[in-house]
């Protein structure tokens, strides 16, 4: 299979503090830690190509979200600017899975094709439409953005995808995992002409899910998601031989320490630019830096 010599671009929009103990599993702590909201741009072979949507903070129910437990939170249209773009250049979006932080801003792309697995929408239909199974929704997903997928399949501009597919686009693959984080993830697969690259999406959402952290050196997935921790640990056996064992070819987009690793560009406060194909070797492992004080963040 061939590869494309995608230009690979993260935005890290959003951060805010959360407690430590929905950032890994296994961490009895009161301790609260930075968490980052992220999406990545490729542009290649004539396409600009997201992997996630980011948030439309021109929706109520996105700006409560934001307020609430965010100091920073930054459009898609903020996002593009910095590149030059706006959402009308947008030509696909590839969802990792329904959460209102990666498919929170489906009407901001009026142009684009989107492509979602098929279980993740179901899944989450039906503990919507189920009050008992309510506890799922919190802080997960809008129910609103459930029913924008489906006005944009009956658009035909969303497919819902049964499993693994190959050259979805040109390069990029995707690689569906089951009960890692949402109900079915999909992990998005970047030929490039040094490797491939991996979204991961919150099956990892931060280098210490695959790596582990000081004292605990094995995979601590997060906490926060709906399904269960072998099945990640799963997904992290299979994104870890795509890229040879790189993690800095491994995209996660809530990892608060790719500040401490990787230069950027901050064009607005709390708003962070990586462009990292440009970047060579990375550090392989992250050094344990602690955590924030429990009364830090009120
Ligand atoms: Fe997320
Ligand atoms: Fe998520």
Known sequence: MGHVDYKITIFEYGSGAIPETMQYSNQYTSNRDYNVFAIALLQGGGKNILVDTGMDLDDPVKQG????????CHSPQEMLATVGLTPDDIDDVVLTHSHFDHMGALEVYPNAQFYLQRDDLEAWEDIASDPKKALLMFMSVDAEDLKRARALEAEGRL??????VADLLPGIDVIKTSSAHSFADQLVVIRTPDGPYVDAGDVATRQGNILGVEEKPFY?????????????????DEIM??????????????????????????????????QLRKLGALVGRLPWRGVLPADCCG
């Open 220 to 236: 601590l997935p997060p906490a926060m998601g709906n399904a269960a921790p072998y099945g990640a640990m799963k997904a992290y």
């Open 159 to 164: 497919t819902l995808l049964d499993g693994d």
């Open 65 to 72: 979200l934001a307020k609430n437990f965010l100091d920073y």
């Open 241 to 274: 031989a795509i890229v040879g064992d790189d993690i800095s070819k491994v995209i996660l987009p809530h990892d608060s320490y790719r500040a401490d690793r990787m230069p950027y560009d901050e064009p607005k406060e709390g708003l962070k630019v990586y």
